[in-house]
């Protein structure tokens, strides 16, 4: 009776160790099924960034009726417009629940589609004097001018560390003076130090290869905080799209159209 008792409680020890093995690893398993950690990012029609398998890709204009009818979150800068699908047949058509196409122009919008958690940050661009950061850089790159078409500021906790950073975009370019060389740098000002994110000086101020350069969007992703620029051609010409991460104090560029 003890022996049968014995195997009986070694039968059952086995049991139970079988079962937490299977609750652990199986159930583990199927529970994270069809979790992706994606980002996708349609920048108007001129880009879109897919983030998978811990890297950005570029997607090219062939490649991107791929991802037709994939549901995104709209935004016109840091205003949430809806939730719309979209197709791709040379731009962007945004179809409603429906499936019928909605009256709205994607072309300066931002769509985000992901099961990764992010946010949209709200800015100000304000006017700004030249001041004695824009002076540095002036004088770093021997350039004299007070003709400029931008001159802003963007005054943000990018590192939420309760401390304002200042981010500068300034640029001549498309300024009527064309005899000067033509310029575009957005720099970051954090504890007073300088640091360039953006910069691109041309030979001179023609208006077939210079284009204007401005922060389209600031992003959290997956916890990150991203900076997007644009820059945009005379025309239709279409827009340079970048996107940047902020760490260690410095924005890096991650991928670009």
């Known amino acids: 009776m003890k022996k ?3 195997i009986y409680n070694i039968i059952l020890i086995i049991a139970v160790i079988y079962i937490v093995i299977f609750f652990v690893f199986f159930f583990k398993k199927d529970k994270g099924r069809g979790v992706n950690n994606y980002i996708n990012l349609a920048v108007g029609n001129d880009a879109l960034f897919v983030y998978k398998n811990k890297e950005w890709r570029n997607i090219p204009t062939n490649n991107r009726a791929n991802y037709n009818w994939n549901l995104f979150d709209i935004y016109d ?3 949430g417009l809806g939730k719309y699908y ?3 047949s040379g731009v962007w058509n945004l179809m409603d629940n429906n499936k019928k196409k909605a009256n709205l122009d994607f072309s300066n919008k931002l769509g985000i589609s992901s099961d990764l958690k992010y946010n949209i940050r709200s800015f100000d661009k304000n006017t700004n004097n030249i001041d004695s950061y ?3 850089v002036f004088s770093k790159y021997d350039i004299v001018t ?10 943000i906790d990018i590192d939420r560390d309760s401390v304002e950073e200042q981010i500068y975009t300034i640029s001549n370019v498309f300024s009527e003076d064309d005899s000067t060389k033509a310029f575009g740098f957005i720099f970051l000002v954090d504890n007073n130090e300088i640091s360039m994110i953006y910069e691109k000086v041309y030979d001179n101020n023609s208006l ?3 284009c204007k350069p401005y922060v389209s969007n600031i ?4 916890n990150k905080n991203y900076l997007m620029i644009n820059c945009s051609y005379y025309s239709n010409l279409g827009k340079d799209v970048i996107l940047y991460r902020y760490k260690n104090e410095k924005f890096k560029e991650i991928i670009s159209n």
Do not use: G, P, Q
């Not at 007070?146 to 005054?155: A, D, H, Q, Y």
């Not at 992003?219 to 997956?222: A, P, Q, S």
């Open 77 to 79: 800068e840091s205003e």
């Open 146 to 155: 007070t003709n400029l078409t931008v001159n802003n500021v963007i005054n």
């Open 219 to 222: 992003l959290e992703l997956d």
């Open 208 to 210: 077939d290869n210079t």
């Open 86 to 88: 979209l197709i791709y």
């Open 134 to 136: 824009i002076s540095a």
């Open 4 to 6: 049968n008792k014995k």
